[in-house]
Every structure is written in C-alpha cells, then in structure tokens.
C-alpha cells in the first residue's frame, strides 16, 4: 500500500505541523536526512533557537 503525503512548503508549515511531520518522518522514512535536517531548521527558526545537529526537542 503506497503512503500519500500532502505537498506543503516547510517554509509555511506551522509549529504543529513541523512536530507531526518530524514524528512521522522517524517511521516513514528514517533515512531522509535532508528532510529532517529542513523540518529542525525550520522549527527551530519558529522557536528563535540556533540550528543544532541534536536539539533538545530531538525526536532521535
């Protein structure tokens, strides 16, 4: 069964949404590096903090 994911831009995803997408992501496709590494970017531009390799909302 293939998985649909809905087509949005990271840049306009709210906090929420980044959370859910990181969560998902972990089970979805582990291996997407270059995804998560935009989601923590993202989320952590929203949250004022610096882009760290493991941030301590980490979902690893």
């Known amino acids: 069964m ?4 809905p087509m949005k831009p990271v840049a306009s995803m709210t906090t929420a949404e ?3 997408a990181l ?6 496709s582990p ?3 270059a995804l998560e590494k935009a989601l ?5 531009l929203i ?5 760290t390799a493991e941030p301590e909302w980490s979902m690893a």
Do not use: H, K, N
């Open 47 to 51: 949250l004022d903090e610096e882009p």
């Open 2 to 5: 293939t998985q649909w994911w």
């Open 18 to 20: 980044l959370v859910a």
């Open 40 to 44: 923590r970017g993202r989320l952590a």
């Open 31 to 33: 291996d997407d590096i």
């Open 23 to 28: 969560r998902r992501l972990a089970y979805v």
